[in-house]
């Protein structure tokens, strides 16, 4: 017997966990070289050889790392996550108290749809955007998406005008609580500029709107910049902002599940925390974490060759498929394949989906997944073994051959 909660929430599976599931089942290999890539999901493959080592370092557990602690992390690794943000993210003066520490950003982000939203409450979030956010704040707990239509013009650049026009006019303009930033953003890999942050603080600020500050991918910028953090600035212009990070892209540590939010405000820190009861991380994967995010001297030597090795992979794909067109991209995992010359309606974007899906065997997003108006963009997420990016360019080679040429 299944519940109708359940039976909802399983309803018209997203094209991503379709492309998954496939992946999964049959994934491309030495061993196996006519599997699937899985080129659809923001996963960092590129630092195992650096990370493996430090994870797999011996780590000593007391008497009080086997019983219960405080659910929303332990207060030795708070300390060091405060340390790690001021001194990596230029997050500035953290109260280590107010850091919450859950199983993955997707759990964070949950609880800030069960804490703070009601039913029907709507969150300001430009397009396209990482399409598993509908699942994390609205299939549960029901909170909405008012979608802000960025233009393929400027390359979904963010713009303050497209939010003051969405917001404007919304029907619901009385229940929109938030906007919602990713900042580098996903997917487009845009380094947000000043300007633009704060024209969106300024917004908040006179429309009375909290301000979620999504920073995942802070350390995973291509050229080299330092991250400038939008929650600081929005923090220090006295704007109710909520801040998100977590190990799962600049430290490709998705399985270790350790997401991080923090408020200023000890009410709403407190609220997150006790959430933490149905998000608990283990003892042992915060051990693992201190011993990575406490050791500077390997931070320094391992950010920016990440950062490094992001940089190169798009180069390596504009190069060798100079036949299809590829949005610039200045940080992340990811960077967005126009093919939007071939799709005059979003049937036309599915077929071509199903194509790679099934005929050459690739996982891209289909940008409809994204919240996109616009048919024929893909996101690609391209931090992946370099025998899988050379087999990546064969496929594409062939597909281009043999179906848009």
Same mark, same amino acid.
């Given at each position: 017997m299944l519940s109708n909660r359940l039976t909802k929430l399983n309803h018209s599976p997203s094209a991503i966990i379709e492309g998954f599931v496939k992946c999964k089942e049959n994934p491309y290999s030495r061993d196996n070289t006519k599997g699937y890539l899985n080129f659809g999901i923001a996963e960092n493959h590129l630092m195992n050889d650096k990370l493996l080592p430090k994870i797999n370092y011996p780590l000593k557990l007391d008497n009080h790392h086997i019983q219960y602690n405080d659910l929303h992390g332990l207060k030795e690794v708070r300390q060091t996550i405060k340390n790690f943000l001021e001194n990596f993210l230029a997050l500035k003066e953290l109260n280590s108290e107010n850091i919450v520490i859950q199983t993955g950003l997707s759990a964070v982000c949950e609880s800030m749809s069960f804490a703070f939203f009601d039913k029907g409450d709507r969150i300001l979030i430009p397009t396209p955007y990482y399409t598993g956010f509908n699942h994390d704040f609205t299939k549960r707990f029901e909170c909405e998406f008012e979608q802000v239509h960025l233009?393929?013009?400027?390359? =979904?650049?963010?713009?303050?005008?497209?939010?003051?026009?969405?917001?404007?006019?919304?029907?619901?303009?009385?229940?929109?609580?938030?906007?919602?930033?990713?900042?580098?953003?996903?997917?487009? *890999?845009?380094?947000?500029?000043?300007?633009f942050m704060n024209d969106i603080i300024s917004f908040c600020k006179k429309n009375h709107l909290a301000l979620i500050s999504d920073e995942i991918y802070a350390l995973s910028n291509h050229q080299g910049q330092k991250h400038i953090s939008l929650y600081q600035k929005a923090k220090e212009a006295g704007v109710d902002a909520h801040f998100l990070y977590g190990l799962a892209k600049d430290f490709s540590l998705a399985g270790l599940k350790v997401g991080i939010y923090y408020h200023e405000d000890q009410k709403m820190a407190q609220a997150m925390q006790s959430l933490s009861y149905f998000h608990p991380v283990s003892t042992h994967t915060q051990l693992l974490v201190q011993n990575i995010l406490a050791d500077t001297h390997f931070l320094k030597e391992y950010?920016?060759?990440? %950062?490094?090795? &992001?940089?190169?992979?798009? &180069?390596?794909?504009?190069? %060798?498929?100079?036949?299809?067109?590829?949005?610039?991209?200045?940080?992340?995992? =990811?960077?967005?394949?126009? &093919?939007?010359?071939?799709?005059?309606?979003?049937? %036309?974007?599915? %077929?071509?989906?199903?194509? =790679?899906?099934?005929?050459?065997?690739?996982?891209?997003?289909? *940008?409809?997944? &994204? *919240?996109?108006k616009v048919p024929g963009f893909f996101r690609v997420c391209f931090a992946r073994p370099k025998e899988e990016i050379l087999e990546f360019i064969v496929r594409m080679k062939l597909f281009y051959e043999n179906e848009l040429s």
């Open positions: 233009h393929p013009d400027s390359n =979904f650049a963010h713009n303050i005008k497209a939010f003051e026009e969405t917001y404007l006019q919304s029907p619901h303009k009385d229940k929109i609580k938030a906007v919602l930033i990713t900042h580098p953003h996903n997917p487009t *890999g845009e380094v947000l500029l000043e300007e950010i920016p060759l990440n %950062q490094k090795r &992001l940089k190169e992979i798009p &180069l390596v794909l504009e190069t %060798q498929l100079p036949m299809y067109k590829f949005i610039p991209t200045d940080a992340g995992l =990811f960077m967005l394949l126009d &093919l939007s010359e071939q799709c005059k309606d979003f049937a %036309q974007e599915k %077929q071509l989906y199903e194509k =790679f899906l099934n005929y050459i065997k690739i996982n891209m997003t289909p *940008g409809e997944e &994204l *919240g996109l």
